[in-house]
């Protein structure tokens, strides 16, 4: 996958999905007003991510791009959040980070290894 546009729609649905997940596990509801308050730092948080390692250079590359975007997004929303007087408890750390990377790096390796190899034979 070459496309910049596709892998950051990826990322975008990543973040949402650590967010709604999240939210049913908590019973805190789905409504649109409740998970764009809970997305707002970590979209954020991405978009920074995203700036700060010039993702779209190099979008579907596990490294550098996808373990600069997930810590970035981790740290940057929990920052986020705090600041907007909302909780950072180490539980809730933990958590994202282990689903960020999962999947934020996740999707990249998938796509990494799905690639076709130059010089691989065909038949």
Do not use: K, Y
Not at 56 to 64: D, G, I, L, S, T
């Amino acid at each position: 996958m070459r496309s910049p546009v596709t892998a950051l729609v990826l990322d975008v649905l990543c973040v949402l999905a650590f967010v709604l997940i999240g939210r049913a596990n908590h019973a805190e509801g789905l409504a649109p007003a409740g998970v764009a308050a809970t997305a707002w730092p970590f979209l954020a948080a991405l978009a920074a991510a995203w700036l700060l390692c010039l993702a779209w250079r190099r979008p579907a590359a596990p490294v550098p791009t996808g373990v600069v975007v997930w810590p970035v997004t981790v740290a940057g929303g929990m920052a986020l959040r705090a600041a907007a007087g909302g909780g950072v408890q180490v539980s809730f750390v933990v958590v994202a980070a282990v689903f960020l990377g999962l999947v934020l790096v996740g999707w990249r390796a998938l796509a990494l290894l799905r690639r076709p190899r130059h010089g691989a034979a065909e038949g």
